[in-house]
Each structure stands twice: as structure tokens, then as C-alpha cells.
């Protein structure tokens, strides 16, 4: 049985800048998971009484780094993690627009289409202790 910490949240549309970025870090995330990540991000927006768990939970410390593909980029972190028993990971990166609210998930597929997501679906994000 996996160890973590249960977290939830409602999937919202982000700004589409996630194809970008996962796509620009895609051989280095996939060095450091051991999987391709879907160009894209499933976004987020944690319930309010998530958010001081989530805070804790993901510490740069414990974090997988994985650093810019070009110069001028910047690090991403990456926390194992799980939706609907399959595996993901949490991704902050270094510089970010979204606040300690928002966590932004990858994965080797299409996570919206694949669990048949939609804007406002409440969704749990098992945190995963190393």
C-alpha cells in the first residue's frame, strides 16, 4: 500500500503554458522519473484546509530537481504522487505564477482525457512519502 497524504482539489484550465515547459523539460523530467511526460499540465486549485498540508509536503528538500534543458531556464521540483492509483508527480517550478492554492500534475498521458476530467471536478492527489 502506498504512504502519503491525501489532498483535493478542483481541475481548472490553466493558461496553456504547461504544453511549453513539460515539453522543453521533457528529456530531463524523463531522465529523472523514468517516463515521458504528456506535454501538459493538469492544473489543480487545492480546497483550502490542503493547503498547509501541501505546503509541508512538498519541501524543495525531498524534492526530485531537475534542472533547465537550455540556459536562461530555470529548475523544476518533483514530488511522487498519485491520482486514482497512477503514478504522477507534482511539478513547482522554480519560478512560478501560481501560489501554495494551485499544484500542477504530470504524467505519461493525457490525464484530463484519460480520467474523463473536466473545469470545477473535484479530484484527490495522493502525496507520496518517499
Do not use: C
Amino acid at each position: 500500500m502506498k504512504q502519503g497524504v491525501v489532498v483535493k482539489g478542483r481541475v481548472f484550465s490553466g493558461r496553456g503554458e504547461g504544453e511549453f515547459f513539460v515539453s522543453l523539460y521533457a528529456k530531463n523530467i524523463a531522465k529523472a522519473v523514468g517516463y515521458t511526460p504528456y506535454p501538459g499540465t493538469l492544473n489543480i486549485a487545492l480546497e483550502p484546509e490542503y493547503i498547509p498540508m501541501v505546503r509541508k509536503a512538498l519541501d524543495r528538500r525531498l524534492a526530485i530537481v531537475v534542472e533547465p534543458p537550455v540556459e536562461g531556464f530555470h529548475r523544476i521540483y518533483l514530488w511522487r504522487a498519485a491520482i486514482q492509483n497512477m503514478e504522477v508527480h507534482v511539478v513547482k517550478p522554480e519560478v512560478t505564477h501560481y501560489g501554495d492554492d494551485v499544484i500542477e500534475v504530470i504524467a505519461p498521458i493525457p490525464l484530463r482525457k484519460a480520467l474523463m476530467l473536466s473545469d470545477g471536478d473535484l479530484v484527490e492527489v495522493l502525496l507520496l512519502f518517499r
